[in-house]
């Protein structure tokens, strides 16, 4: 399936993605009241990030993808876990049955959705009183080495940002009118990463692509460059794990 | 108890703190025992500056296994102690530095809007001492959200013109609150740290909005007793017509797990 924002060529760089955490997904399911058993659609769910946390607690989740590289990957890290189901769908039209799920998901993909039209296919998926949640990894950009990777990009990408990704999802699913208040959970986790596999991140990262057009190459290269002369094997990346989540009216 | 007989001292606000003072966000408690290593019944509980055991009463409520509410103050402890008759809730004299229970005796402690008080070290190393392997320590306070409601914003605004330079203790949005996840982190005795945030809106009439501005220590101790009455005075006269007050309430918590 073709989509606005085509993951096609970073499918394999996903794979090296920092999992979300551990203590945050625990929060979240309980804000839920979600146990066992319980049916997840798990939406752009991109190479399984989420989608095996959640079914490795348990859920049955039916994990909901558009790209065909990026699913055959899920498709193949979820080989072995018989609650895991993938179909092809967006986050506006999932192709899913209505009131079929306790819990919605978006792993790093509310932002690539128009927002009100995924709140309202998800209102459509919920069973009564079901759940909402949507998910980032943020890095730290306050760390010593993320800060200057942040001020190489900018030099060469001044316009530079992170748009909704990084954003409080608060206001716009209040603005719904669909759900309930909304939670917030914030979990930091140290993700440690060869510098072979940090360039790689890079090369997989779709907002600098999309933003930095013919530059992304020689930014890629900067960042490289700057990483290499660290003389180390690996760092030590910050991370919070951001999450809202909220209950259907 | 330096700290807790001078700027915060509670005596004699005890009844308007037990009866008027809002409960924590549902949500957020629902969180707190998710990230337990184990399941809500089988989770010793201990609240630390109970107070008169809101949030005590609340995690109480969610059916684990035992609580132990300690508590400075005598007169705040002694309303907890009534306010909580008929619940298996033991109530204990002790401070946040001090607790007076035994080493890994619990699994969960918390601070429920008094952490700001305590020492952050002496306090820290005491909640390690007297918690299990991977138990789990919170600090959480429900400041309001005024924003939400025009009626409360003006209230807010007649306060500061009685006295701008006026300077708010605790409510949870700044002070501590700002370097709590970082200090968390680089805490000795602690890892894992995770934030969660909620709000819920309460519905109260008069009397008790009243009461719960009559509960905020730090406010009576600024104003003196002659400008916090003429203070309470406007409000009466704002809220006369009003039915119900709408306050919203923002629960804000820190959860870190025990090292080692």
């Known amino acids: 399936m073709k989509t606005e924002w085509d993951y096609t060529t970073l499918a394999n760089a996903y794979l090296k993605r920092p999992d979300y955490s551990d203590s945050a997904i625990d929060a979240m399911l309980s804000i839920a009241g979600i146990a066992?058993?319980?049916?997840?659609?798990?939406?752009?769910?991109?190479?399984?990030?989420?989608?095996?946390?959640?079914?490795?607690?348990?859920?049955?989740?039916?994990?909901?993808?558009?790209?065909?590289?990026?699913?055959?990957?899920?498709?193949?890290?979820?080989?072995?876990?018989?609650?895991?189901?993938?179909?092809?769908g967006t986050g506006e039209n999932t192709g899913q049955?209505?009131?079929?799920?306790?819990?919605?998901s978006f792993g790093s993909s509310f932002n690539v959705c128009d927002r009100p039209k995924a709140l309202k296919e998800t209102a459509r998926l919920l069973k009564p009183k079901g759940w909402f949640a949507c998910m980032w990894n943020h890095r730290d950009l306050e760390d010593p080495i993320q800060?200057?990777?942040?001020?190489?990009?900018?030099?060469?990408v001044p316009k530079y940002g992170y748009g909704t990704r990084?954003?409080?999802?608060?206001?716009?699913?209040?603005?719904?009118?669909?759900?309930?208040?909304?939670?917030?959970?914030?979990?930091?986790?140290?993700?440690?990463?060869?510098?072979?596999?940090?360039?790689?991140?890079?090369?997989?990262?779709?907002?600098?692509?999309?933003?930095?057009?013919?530059?992304?190459?020689?930014?890629?290269?900067?960042?490289?460059?700057?990483?290499?002369?660290?003389?180390?094997?690996?760092?030590?990346?910050?991370?919070?794990t951001n999450i809202w989540v909220a209950q259907l009216r | 108890m330096n700290k807790i007989i001078k700027a915060g001292d509670f005596t004699g606000l005890a009844k308007d703190y037990s009866?008027?003072?809002?409960?924590?966000?549902?949500?957020?408690l629902k969180g707190l025992l998710g990230l337990l290593d184990k399941p809500v019944q089988q989770v010793d509980f201990a609240d630390v500056g109970a107070g008169t055991g809101i949030w005590t009463r609340m995690v109480h409520a969610a059916g684990v296994r035992s609580v132990v509410a300690v508590e400075p103050n005598e007169d705040m402890r002694e309303n907890g102690i009534t306010d909580s008759k008929g619940t298996s809730i033991r109530w204990l004299a002790g401070k946040a530095e001090e607790t007076g229970l035994a080493g890994s005796s619990v699994d969960w402690v918390s601070m429920a809007s008094s952490f700001?008080?305590?020492?952050?070290?002496?306090a820290t190393k005491e909640f390690h001492r007297i918690l299990r392997p991977s138990g789990r320590f919170t600090a959480l306070w429900n400041p309001r959200l005024i924003e939400a409601n025009p009626l409360l914003v003006e209230i807010e605004a007649h306060l500061s013109s009685l006295r701008p330079s006026l300077k708010r203790v605790s409510s949870g949005r700044s002070g501590i609150t700002e370097t709590l996840t970082q200090k968390l982190f680089d805490s000795p005795y602690f890892e894992d740290v995770v934030y969660l945030e909620g709000r819920h809106i309460i519905e109260m009439d008069q009397e008790r909005y009243l009461?719960?501005?009559?509960?905020?220590?730090?406010?009576?101790?600024?104003?003196?007793?002659?400008?916090?009455?003429?203070?309470?005075?406007?409000?009466?006269?704002?809220?006369?017509?009003?039915?119900?007050?709408?306050?919203?309430?923002?629960?804000?918590?820190?959860?870190?797990r025990r090292k080692g």
């Open chain 2, 116 to 122: 700001h008080w305590a020492d952050f070290s002496a």
């Open chain 1, 166 to 240: 990084r954003e409080d999802q608060t206001a716009v699913v209040a603005e719904s009118k669909l759900f309930g208040p909304v939670v917030h959970v914030d979990s930091s986790i140290i993700h440690e990463q060869a510098i072979e596999e940090c360039v790689a991140a890079w090369r997989s990262h779709a907002t600098l692509e999309r933003q930095a057009g013919g530059k992304f190459q020689e930014v890629i290269h900067a960042i490289e460059e700057f990483l290499k002369s660290l003389k180390k094997d690996s760092i030590e990346i910050p991370y919070s």
């Open chain 1, 147 to 156: 800060a200057r990777i942040e001020s190489i990009i900018k030099e060469r």
């Open chain 1, 36 to 88: 066992k058993g319980a049916r997840v659609c798990d939406v752009g769910a991109g190479v399984a990030h989420l989608t095996i946390m959640l079914a490795l607690r348990g859920m049955h989740v039916d994990a909901v993808e558009p790209n065909d590289a990026m699913r055959a990957n899920g498709i193949k890290r979820t080989e072995k876990l018989k609650n895991v189901v993938w179909h092809e």
């Open chain 1, 97 to 104: 049955p209505a009131q079929g799920f306790d819990f919605v």
């Open chain 2, 19 to 28: 009866s008027n003072r809002p409960d924590y966000c549902r949500s957020v």
């Open chain 2, 211 to 256: 009461g719960a501005w009559r509960s905020v220590n730090d406010l009576r101790v600024q104003l003196g007793p002659d400008c916090f009455e003429s203070f309470l005075g406007f409000i009466e006269r704002k809220t006369s017509n009003v039915k119900v007050i709408e306050a919203t309430y923002l629960t804000r918590a820190w959860s870190a």
